[in-house]
């Protein structure tokens, strides 16, 4: 089994290269923001649970996300290797992740990093279809239609913790409460450094150029 995390602040780009990989690497990505923002959406009572932390900026307690994931991951697709996006984030959760795998399995986190004006930029002008999710960026990877989703027709949205007062606050979540894992991987597991400045394709063959699996 091998477990890619995909590592980084809120707008780095998790998602955006996550899914291109997953695709590269026929491995399924699992999206923590998107499996609780379904959840919030069908209201179980994972979602209701859920919403009001994600809407201040705050994480959703450990226990909700790891059921959410231990749920995940039971399914067919994701028995040779997974993508993590947006998990970890604490160190109680790189625990609880170590208890689902043995000590054969290879965890590597891929820490992606840029610029404040980077993460400023790709958070603020960042738009998402309300029906399937796909993400835009209205100057780098618009739509083909002004507000409508390329792939099914849906209506593009601001996300609710785009604004500029809940951006503060994840990013100083994540300095606080996810930076950590960055020595704990390294230290543990392995963690490499990718610079995320540039379009997603640059940053795809610095991760390629890694030889991830060697
Ligand atoms: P989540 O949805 O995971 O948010 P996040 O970590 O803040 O990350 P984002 O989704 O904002 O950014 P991203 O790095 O995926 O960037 P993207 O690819 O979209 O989590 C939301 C909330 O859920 C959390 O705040 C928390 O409450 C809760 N939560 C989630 N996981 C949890 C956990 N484990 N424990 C507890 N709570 C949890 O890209 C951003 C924009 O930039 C897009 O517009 C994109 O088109 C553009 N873009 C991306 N890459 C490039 C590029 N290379 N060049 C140009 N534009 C680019």
Not at 91 to 101: H, P, T, V, Y
Not at 133 to 140: E, M, P, Q, R
Request: hydrophobic residues 40%; contains cysteine.
């Amino acid at each position: 089994m091998r477990v890619v995390i995909l590592f980084g602040p809120p707008g780095i780009g998790k998602g955006t290269v996550g899914n291109i990989l997953s695709k590269k690497w026929n491995m399924p990505l699992i999206s923590m923001g998107d499996l609780l923002r379904d959840n919030v959406k069908n209201a179980t009572s994972a979602g209701l649970k859920a919403e009001a932390y994600m809407r201040k900026g705050e994480l959703v307690p450990d226990d909700v996300v790891f059921e959410a994931l231990s749920e995940r991951i039971k399914q067919q697709d994701a028995t040779d290797g997974i993508l993590l996006d947006g998990f970890p984030r604490n160190i109680n959760q790189a625990r609880m992740l170590e208890s689902l795998f043995g000590h054969n399995d290879k965890i590597i986190l891929l820490n992606l990093v840029a610029s404040m004006e980077t993460l400023i930029e790709r958070l603020s002008l960042r738009r998402i279809c309300i029906s399937c999710g796909a993400v835009y960026h209205l100057k780098n990877i618009p739509p083909k239609k002004d507000g409508i989703c390329d792939i099914c027709n849906g209506k593009l949205i601001q996300r609710n913790d785009d604004t500029p007062e809940v951006i503060s606050r994840r990013l100083a979540v994540f300095h606080k409460e996810t930076e950590p894992l960055i020595k704990y991987y390294d230290e543990k597991h392995t963690a490499i450094k990718i610079s995320a400045e540039g379009g997603p394709d640059d940053i795809i063959r610095r991760i390629e150029g890694t030889n991830l699996w060697e």
